[in-house]
């Protein structure tokens, strides 16, 4: 625990331990909020921020704080982070805020969160803390927007549609139809298909990962099995 | 001895972490609300302005539509026990429209929330969905994202059609259905004609009662239309 290898803690969070694919932590949000890209954007932003505030804000009170209250100093630190980014969110995005809703005040609920407190928070310096907030936080972002990637081509034909309730004006453009004339398919907006869209993505990402680790071990294959070939 | 007042320090001192912990989030709380409060206040006033203009162009009146507002209740015309807000658009000061928000009880999947304008004459300029819980891809084509169905009772009023004509074309009526979802368009029209039959009874006593705007009133508006 002397030297802190970032590396490390970047590769657990959006990788080896990715919280919507992995972990499968925090899918209710995942679910619900991934049926377009913006929206999914939206809710990772805010999610990653909850992540990065909290996890430096406990590393930060582990000297104050006895082990017996640490969990309800969490939650209040986690649940004090969540509504001043609501307010902000509110302020200053007041229709993304509208659009996401419920999902806002819901972050604090979010499993992924408490759980990264506990399981690395509280035991590691700040720096790292905040580290791994931003890591963890940005793979359960990456995972949010592949998936409303996945549903909006499928459901809408588009990407970047409604982009103006997060980046105002500038993003009315910004909407990419990919299929013209696509007629809406009704089955990827609705929850049976975040389901099956979030499966086809954690079995990707296996498939994947296995065949990281088949080509990693790839070269002693050879080296073993060359000579009898 | 020494283990028990050892351990009531050690509770005493855990309490008065936390408590300073509580204090601390509220105190950032509390600053953070203050410091983005006006900002809330004045998107949601923007939001509501924007809302009311989807139904009423702005051109129609030139008074503070968003601060002029009367808050109703009846049974008969607004089921479900609710209060409705009517805003009164004034032109330099002579009555000229009123949008009604309101919530149609008996949407498919629960409630539907809905803006009403509707113009001194008696004419329907415009109806809005705000929100709603319809099936997407069938009872959603309520919304004006989706399709054109809610302008069809633009300039429509209670005589235009007559009673039978308000309803879908299934039953006889003047209105498109959707395929797939008639619950929907049938709850809505019928909420459109009990709202017009409330302002014809009512039209006087809505243009004459003072507004229940309190500018004093820094509290942000709990409903979340």
């Known amino acids: 625990m002397s030297k802190t290898n970032y590396r490390e803690i970047l590769a657990e969070g959006v990788w080896r331990q990715n919280t919507g694919l992995v972990v499968l932590l925090g899918l209710c949000p995942l679910l619900a909020v991934s049926n377009t890209v913006i929206n999914a954007l939206g809710l990772g932003l805010a999610t990653m921020m909850t992540l990065m505030i909290t996890n430096l804000t406990v590393s930060l009170t582990r000297p104050l704080l006895r082990p017996e209250v640490r969990i309800p100093a969490y939650v209040l630190i986690i649940a004090a982070t969540v509504t001043v980014i609501e307010l902000i969110m509110k302020a200053w995005t007041h229709d993304l805020y509208r659009t996401l809703g419920i999902f806002i005040p819901l972050i604090v609920t979010n499993c992924a969160i408490i759980g990264r407190a506990e399981a690395f928070a509280s035991r590691n310096r700040p720096l790292a803390a905040l580290a791994d907030g931003f890591a963890v936080g940005l793979g359960f972002g990456l995972a949010l927007v592949v998936l409303g990637a996945v549903r909006e081509v499928i459901g809408h034909g588009t990407l970047f549609r409604q982009a103006e309730l997060l980046l105002g004006p500038w993003g009315e453009n910004m909407q990419v139809t990919l299929l013209p004339g696509y007629d809406s398919f009704l089955l990827a907006m609705l929850p049976p298909g975040a389901f099956i869209a979030l499966g086809c993505l954690v079995a990707g990402r296996n498939w994947l990962n296995a065949r990281n680790i088949e080509e990693q071990a790839k070269p002693e294959f050879e080296q073993a099995g060359s000579p009898a070939t | ?225």
């Open chain 2, 1 to 225: 001895m020494t283990d028990n007042s050892e351990s009531s320090a050690s509770m005493l001192r855990s309490g008065l972490s936390l408590g300073l912990l509580a204090l601390l989030a509220t105190a950032l709380l509390s600053l953070v609300y203050w410091w983005t409060q006006p900002r809330i206040a004045e998107q949601e006033r923007r939001q509501l302005l924007l809302q009311l203009e989807q139904v009423l162009p702005a051109e129609r009146f030139n008074n503070g539509m968003h601060e002029d507002y009367i808050d109703v209740s009846s049974q008969l015309a607004f089921p479900g026990g609710q209060q409705v807000r009517i805003f009164r658009a004034r032109q330099d000061g002579m009555p000229t429209a009123a949008v009604f928000r309101l919530v149609v009880p008996d949407g498919y999947n629960g409630r539907i929330k809905l803006l009403i304008g509707i113009l001194a004459s008696g004419q329907i300029s415009g109806v809005r969905v705000l929100d709603h819980h319809e099936t997407p891809g069938l009872g959603d084509k309520i919304e004006i994202q989706r399709s054109d169905w809610i302008l069809s009772f633009n300039g429509k009023s209670l005589v235009n059609p007559e009673k039978p004509g308000w309803t879908v074309k299934r039953d006889g009526g003047e209105f498109d259905q959707f395929t797939g979802a008639t619950i929907t368009p049938r709850a809505v029209i019928r909420a459109v004609r009990r709202t017009l039959e409330y302002f014809e009874g009512n039209r006087q006593a809505i243009f004459d009662r003072p507004t229940e705007f309190q500018p004093q009133a820094d509290a942000p508006e709990s409903e979340d239309v």
